[in-house]
């Protein structure tokens, strides 16, 4: 149990009780305190070097069925109390304006105080310790490649927040997350090639080992342009696939994540983020094969995406979107949850700062390690291409049609890895992609990503990955 995290709770506390004596059936506050560093070096030259301090609170209240919110970054009790009349207003204009009440689930009250520990404090870095990263991953690269561009951003953030509301729950919580993005261009002879590399944890700077970090990068740029100078075309016709855990992360995240979020599902992020090709009746149905299981679990520890207790005040836990190739369950905020009579919310209730009302969002999504080992799945391959990372995808506002272009790639012949291949394409509808699936492998890894939804924007922290997963009989795309 660890000791009550400081932030002036009786504020929270007091915001609560005046919303429900204005009216409120409901009542909810959030406070958040950033903390946060950040350097970008381009080309070589720090550009940029970001020290944001930022607080304020955020006020939510559901009056005759109609939800208000309002937030402040002045931290004083008129502030507060100024903010909550204007949520409880807002509440009741909305309401004299919608016929359907929004109606929130029965959830259990929580009373916890919980933080992630870090051995290197992320209050103690420096810029010179950021800008030391930077420059030793900047030269890992430019010895493994030709690069015309190349381009770093290493971030640092404590967030402390306090949640309470009317249904008794007081959560605090204080998570440290390290984050490095790196955006290289390889050009020589005509060619280009990009990789898109992300880092990042829920932990203190000791994750920033420059060593770990430029081996790392270093050997991500070299297969890169080794690809790029080697690589055949890939094959005609239908073949079998080895995916790597970067390509199954972004596959996952894009079309299971998001077309089971339930406020797309509804229509409610048609105008902002797109659609989903899936329905509230599909629960149960048949999407995949059995091979096939995806979680998205806030739960494990040290992830990018990691968080107990949503900011709805939720018990966070492992969600299992798809079970053996069915369509099993939806990611859930209170609201959603009784929308679709699903009961009880599932956690997945999520807003990148104080400022920012609670949406469905995912934490880290991903495909279940099976009972294969990575080598199996190659050895009755006759024709296959192994694509290992991507450097380029898409897909369409419904999430039904995907395709991943590969980074590292290589032909598979008689169940042996050969040469490089170059830029294959995997491009299907989600249903043939989940339905390709005939073999998981017990391995697992990640990758972190910011991901985008809402509007305004809001930019959270999520792991994509999995393990190696095998497809049977897919037609690869053709590059236009």
């Known amino acids: 149990m660890h000791d009550k995290i400081d932030m002036d709770r009786d504020m929270v506390d007091l915001a609560i009780e005046n919303a429900l004596d204005m009216g409120a059936e409901y009542a909810e506050a959030r406070m958040e305190a950033v903390k946060a560093n950040s350097l970008i070096l381009k080309n070589g030259n720090p550009e940029i070097s970001g020290l944001d301090r930022s607080s304020g609170v955020g006020i939510r209240v559901l009056v005759h069925g109609s939800l208000g919110f309002a937030s402040t970054d002045q931290l004083t009790k008129d502030s507060a109390m100024d903010s909550v009349e204007i949520a409880v207003r807002m509440a009741k204009a909305a309401a004299n304006l919608t016929r359907e009440r929004i109606l929130l689930s029965e959830e259990s009250s929580h009373v916890k105080d919980y933080?992630?520990?870090?051995?290197?404090?992320?209050?103690?870095?420096?810029?010179?310790?950021?800008?030391?990263?930077?420059?030793?991953?900047?030269?890992?690269?430019?010895?493994?490649?030709?690069?015309?561009?190349?381009?770093?951003?290493?971030?640092?953030?404590?967030?402390?927040?306090?949640?309470?509301?009317?249904?008794?729950?007081?959560?605090?919580?204080?998570?440290?997350?390290?984050?490095?993005?790196?955006?290289?261009?390889?050009?020589?002879?005509?060619?280009?090639?990009?990789?898109?590399?992300?880092k990042g944890v829920a932990m203190g700077w000791e994750y920033m080992d420059p060593v770990r970090l430029s081996e790392e990068i270093g050997h991500e740029i070299s297969v890169t342009y080794k690809n790029m100078k080697e690589g055949v075309k890939p094959p005609a016709g239908k073949i079998d696939m080895v995916l790597g855990p970067e390509v199954v992360g972004i596959a996952t995240h894009e079309s299971c994540g998001h077309p089971y979020e339930a406020d797309r599902?509804?229509?409610?992020?048609?105008?902002?983020?797109?659609?989903?090709?899936?329905?509230?009746?599909?629960?149960?149905?048949?999407?995949?094969?059995?091979?096939?299981?995806?979680?998205?679990?806030?739960?494990?520890?040290?992830?990018?995406?990691?968080?107990?207790?949503d900011d709805e005040g939720v018990k966070a836990r492992p969600k299992v979107l798809i079970k053996n190739g069915i369509i099993?369950?939806?990611?859930?905020?209170?609201?959603t949850a009784v929308?679709?009579?699903?009961?009880?919310?599932?956690?997945?209730?999520r807003a990148n700062n104080f400022d920012r009302e609670a949406i469905v969002r995912m934490s880290n999504t991903f495909i279940q390690p099976g009972d294969y080992k990575k080598d199996e799945l190659f050895e009755d391959i006759k024709l296959g291409?192994?694509?290992?990372?991507?450097?380029?995808?898409?897909?369409?506002?419904?999430?039904?049609?995907q395709r991943y272009i590969g980074r590292e790639a290589y032909l598979i012949?008689?169940?042996?890895?050969?040469?490089?291949?170059?830029?294959p394409i995997l491009e299907l509808?989600?249903?043939?992609?989940?339905?390709?699936?005939?073999?998981?492998?017990?391995?697992?890894?990640?990758?972190?990503?910011?991901?985008g939804k809402g509007e305004p924007g809001q930019g959270i922290p999520v792991y994509t990955g999995g393990p190696h997963i095998r497809l049977r009989n897919i037609t690869l795309g053709v590059s236009q």
Request: with cysteine; hydrophobic share 40%; aromatic share 10%.
């Open 328 to 335: 099993n369950e939806f990611l859930h905020n209170r609201e």
């Open 385 to 401: 291409v192994y694509m290992n990372s991507f450097m380029e995808w898409n897909i369409d506002d419904k999430r039904y049609n």
């Open 413 to 423: 012949e008689n169940g042996e890895v050969k040469g490089a291949v170059k830029a």
């Open 265 to 309: 599902i509804s229509g409610r992020e048609a105008a902002q983020a797109g659609e989903s090709f899936v329905s509230k009746e599909m629960i149960g149905t048949k999407i995949g094969s059995e091979a096939a299981t995806v979680i998205d679990d806030p739960t494990i520890e040290n992830s990018f995406g990691f968080y107990l207790y």
């Open 429 to 451: 509808t989600t249903p043939a992609f989940w339905s390709a699936i005939d073999a998981v492998a017990d391995d697992l890894d990640w990758a972190a990503a910011t991901c």
């Open 339 to 349: 929308a679709m009579d699903m009961g009880a919310s599932n956690a997945a209730a």
């Open 115 to 198: 933080e992630v520990s870090q051995k290197q404090k992320i209050a103690d870095v420096q810029t010179e310790d950021m800008l030391d990263v930077l420059k030793h991953v900047d030269k890992s690269m430019l010895d493994a490649a030709p690069l015309a561009s190349r381009f770093l951003q290493v971030y640092a953030e404590e967030r402390t927040k306090y949640y309470a509301n009317s249904d008794d729950s007081k959560i605090g919580s204080r998570i440290p997350r390290v984050f490095m993005f790196m955006l290289p261009t390889i050009v020589e002879g005509g060619q280009v090639s990009q990789a898109m590399l992300q």
